[in-house]
């Protein structure tokens, strides 16, 4: 029998999941935003460190509206009709100044 290996990861302080599904937006921009997400967090310094941010994708977040929609994790924030400028505010100011950007919010666990 082969050894299971249990996987390592590094310390992160958030998780960002974004909906890359077809019932929330129909020409890719999840998907696109999830590129998007990746350079911006290395342009402010989120992708390493204490503070560092990890994203995953996902195909469905259960509320198929409006989107594109993402999650930020532990506080359960929900964002929805995301776009390059609101991915700059939601970075500068729920990432880095811990101040949620209220009027993107549809859900606050």
Do not use: F
Request: with cysteine; glycine share 8%.
């Amino acid at each position: 029998m082969s050894e299971i290996i249990k996987p390592k990861m590094m310390d992160y302080h958030r998780h960002i999941l974004v909906c890359v599904g077809s019932k929330c937006t129909q020409k890719g921009e999840g998907q696109a935003l999830y590129d998007e997400l990746k350079q911006k967090l290395k342009d402010a310094g989120l992708d390493k460190g204490e503070l560092r941010v990890i994203r995953s994708r996902t195909s469905c977040l259960g509320t198929c509206k409006s989107g594109p929609l993402l999650c930020v994790y532990p506080e359960g924030t929900w964002y929805y009709a995301v776009n390059s400028e609101t991915l700059d505010r939601i970075i500068a100011e729920h990432l880095i100044q811990n101040k949620p950007v209220t009027e993107y919010i549809y859900h606050q666990a």
